[in-house]
């Protein structure tokens, strides 16, 4: 199972960017997705994760500005970041729990993208 991870860049304060991390590989179902970030420095933080459901959880640092989605069919997750700001510089990282049978469940790491948010 691989997860690849894509749409990061430079933008200016207050701009938008909108990341994408797709699974592909031996997946018999997925369970949570999410999109953590480290920054120099810093430790890895859980910045947004959303269940097979739709139940979604948020940082309380990027809530009412960044939005996780997903879309079952093409094993992939979205985060759309708005209101950028200079503290949301990071590298983020794709996560999903990934079923790779019926009865076992293990858990994976996309590559991780540079977001970069400075005037």
């Known amino acids: 199972v691989q997860l690849q991870a894509s749409g990061g860049g430079l933008v200016q304060p207050g701009g938008s960017l909108r990341l994408s991390c797709a699974a592909s590989?031996?997946?018999?179902?997925?369970?949570?997705m999410g999109w953590y970030r480290q920054a120099p420095g810093k430790q890895r933080e859980l910045v947004a994760a959303?269940?097979?459901?739709?139940?979604?959880y948020y940082a309380d640092s990027v809530k009412g500005r960044f939005t996780i989605s997903r879309d079952n069919a093409k094993n992939t997750v979205y985060l759309q970041m708005n209101s950028l700001k200079p503290e949301d510089t990071a590298v983020y990282y794709c996560?999903?729990?990934?079923?790779?049978?019926?009865?076992?469940?293990?858990?994976?790491w996309g590559q991780g993208t540079q977001v970069t948010v400075s005037s």
């Open positions: 959303i269940t097979s459901g739709g139940s979604t």
């Open positions: 996560n999903a729990d990934v079923g790779i049978t019926i009865a076992t469940i293990r858990d994976y």
């Open positions: 590989g031996s997946i018999f179902s997925i369970n949570a």
